[in-house]
């Protein structure tokens, strides 16, 4: 299966929808990212991926990682891609220059990974994880930690991992068992394992920097013990030269059912050195700075499968014949008709297609967002950092848990699309489903995202604000439009609707909320579905109204074509998969009692 970067709508959503091109002259650190600058910066990316990553896709699932004696070696093809990959500077493009970094906004690095992850999630996964890495360091390192792990991470020669599972906690970090011991010099002592460990061990860099959550002896139980520390695979100078090897070792990797390219490794940290990072006892804090990026970054993976999945399936649609029309012969001198004629191809393709360009849009605003974070925190704008972190904490669980829904879905529907050829091998369709799989399940499965959102961001940190300042930005924009004739005006009314029955809802759920305390728990999944749902209607409506114009000026037949089909996909959404949204908030309010009432050593009696 072929990959081709989407570049035509990555363009749209940057200079005809959201003005990137002005975005990026309000920014200290983007006075240089002309449009020229991003154009080559795309192009580049794209000829990496489709080139030299897609390639590799189907060939690294089918061969996966191997483990011997505590090393692991990467599929074939993946060392040689990696070298390129820091041969062109590609993981540097968004970290500052001191550190031998381009120091361009973080959104630029946004449009590179969507595509690295579309064309092989599994090798993206290598640089991914090493980001969070970056950020971490940057933000809670000491300037000599910065000097010391910094420019061999930022130029891609050594790489990066959280390190927070264990065996007996995955998401209740509160059980961590991983010790860190004061020794005379000022470094740790970490002993401990831990499980499910991305890019934990590999045969691409050198060296592999493990961020690592641990408790010192006398910490207070709970989260609020535990700290946060570096601890390198071999052990590395003041000058940031690596020399000995750390009493860190892979144990085993895992037998995954998807993205097999990506060594998943326990890591066994026997006595290791360890450098605290931050303050004692606030790791987790620190921490969510990897999180949160990690999280995001999760989100691109949504949408990455449903364009890959989307890209497999059309052309296949286009070519395979099956039956006649119900409206008679398309085809005629065909001995049946394409695929792509049948209604409920159609609404599998366009489904595929409104999920990975209504995704698109959702996280190419929140990169814009992301960007005047770090600029803020760059000037010392302390008060409208945080302003600008908690507008952000509030899309991060719509985006990572609302887009790997959708994107699981559209990968599954890509395999529908081939029928029985999806479930073989060969044509690459299963694998993008076995792939988005784990994109619902790690840094924190849906329903973690669901209760961060209800019951933290939108419950206990906000009162309901965060959704009334969203919702307020959906009418301001719906306003003008609420007389218009046409597909605009249908959306502008619809959009209107929604944006106050979101804010009854949240009402509702509220008053529930405090007087039965189970009431967060049942509804907070159904709640973050119909926030997604309604979010991503928003973007789609913008596409339109940008769409809409430069339909009616009357551009080439080509272009024409693209805002036409905009148009009519932002159609298809509100029509087909909007509605979608009052299950959700008809589920959302219903009694828990159903849920709840069932004793439960009753759930099965005969097992």
């Not at 497999?312 to 039956?323: F, T």
């Not at 005006?489 to 189970?518: H, I, Y």
Request: charged share 20%.
């Amino acid at each position: 299966m072929n990959y081709k970067a989407p570049l035509r709508d990555m363009r749209f959503l940057m200079n005809e929808v959201l003005d990137y091109p002005a975005h990026y002259a309000s920014l200290s650190n983007g006075a240089d990212v002309t449009p020229d600058m991003i154009e080559a910066i795309l192009q580049g990316a794209a000829t990496l991926c489709e080139d030299v990553l897609a390639p590799l896709n189907l060939s690294g699932d089918a061969q996966g990682c191997q483990f011997r004696d505590g090393a692991v070696t990467t599929p074939a093809g993946f060392k040689a891609a990696y070298a390129q990959f820091v041969a062109g500077g590609w993981q540097g493009l968004s970290f500052p220059t001191e550190y031998g970094g381009q120091g361009l906004p973080m959104s630029v690095n946004v449009f590179k990974s969507e595509m690295m992850g579309a064309a092989n999630w599994s090798f993206n996964m290598y640089p991914g994880l090493s980001v969070g890495c970056i950020n971490t360091i940057l933000h809670y390192g000491s300037a000599a930690q910065k000097q010391q792990y910094l420019p061999s991470l930022v130029a891609g020669l050594w790489s990066g991992t959280m390190c927070l599972t264990e065996a007996q906690c995955g998401t209740d970090l509160a059980q961590v068992r991983t010790r860190a011991e004061l020794l005379p010099d000022g470094s740790y002592r970490i002993t401990g394992t831990k499980i499910f460990i991305s890019s934990g061990e590999h045969d691409l860099t050198d060296n592999i920097i493990h961020i690592v959550l641990a408790r010192l002896p006398d910490a207070p139980q709970g989260t609020r013990g535990i700290s946060l520390f570096i601890v390198p695979k071999v052990l590395v100078d003041s000058e940031g030269v690596a020399g000995a090897r750390n009493t860190v070792a892979c144990g085993s990797i895992e037998h995954k059912m998807g993205i097999r390219g990506s060594a998943t490794a326990v890591l066994n940290f026997d006595g290791a050195t360890g450098y605290l990072i931050g303050e004692v006892n606030k790791g987790l804090e620190a921490m969510f700075t990897f999180m949160n990026t990690a999280r995001i970054g999760t989100a691109i993976q949504g949408i990455a499968h449903a364009e890959a999945s989307f890209q497999g399936a059309l052309p296949y649609a286009r070519e395979r014949r099956s039956m006649r029309a119900l409206s008679g012969k398309k085809d005629a001198d065909q001995a049946a008709d394409a695929l792509i004629w049948h209604p409920d191809v159609r609404r599998m393709l366009l489904t595929q297609k409104a999920i990975a360009e209504g995704g698109r849009a959702m996280i190419y605003s929140v990169a814009q967002l992301a960007d005047k974070m770090f600029n803020a925190i760059t000037a010392g704008d302390a008060a409208q950092a945080m302003a600008l972190d908690n507008e952000l904490g509030f899309y991060t669980p719509i985006l990572k848990g609302f887009l790997t829904e959708m994107g699981l879905e559209a990968a599954n529907l890509g395999m529908q699309v081939f029928g029985g050829h999806g479930y073989i091998h060969e044509h690459g369709m299963e694998q993008i489903a076995r792939d988005a799989r784990i994109a619902t399940l790690y840094e924190g499965t849906t329903g973690i995202q669901a209760l961060d959102l209800l019951g933290r961001k939108v419950l206990l940190a906000s009162r309901g604000r965060c959704v009334r300042d969203f919702t307020a930005t959906m009418w301001r924009f719906a306003r003008p439009h609420l007389l218009a004739g046409g597909p605009l005006g249908t959306m502008a009314r619809a959009l209107s609707r929604r944006a106050l029955q979101w804010n009854v809802l949240t009402t509702r759920v509220m008053l529930r909320a405090a007087k039965d305390r189970e009431a967060v728990g049942a509804a907070s999944v159904d709640y973050l579905m119909y926030s997604g749902y309604v979010m991503m209607a928003f973007f789609w409506a913008r596409q339109a109204a940008s769409a809409s114009p430069l339909l009616a000026s009357g551009k080439g037949c080509e272009e024409a074509s693209f805002y036409q089909a905009k148009l009519q996909t932002a159609a298809f959404y509100f029509e087909r998969l909007l509605p979608r949204a009052d299950a959700h908030r008809k589920v959302a309010l219903a009694s828990t009692r159903s849920v709840m009432q069932m004793n439960k050593d009753h759930f099965a009696f005969d097992y």
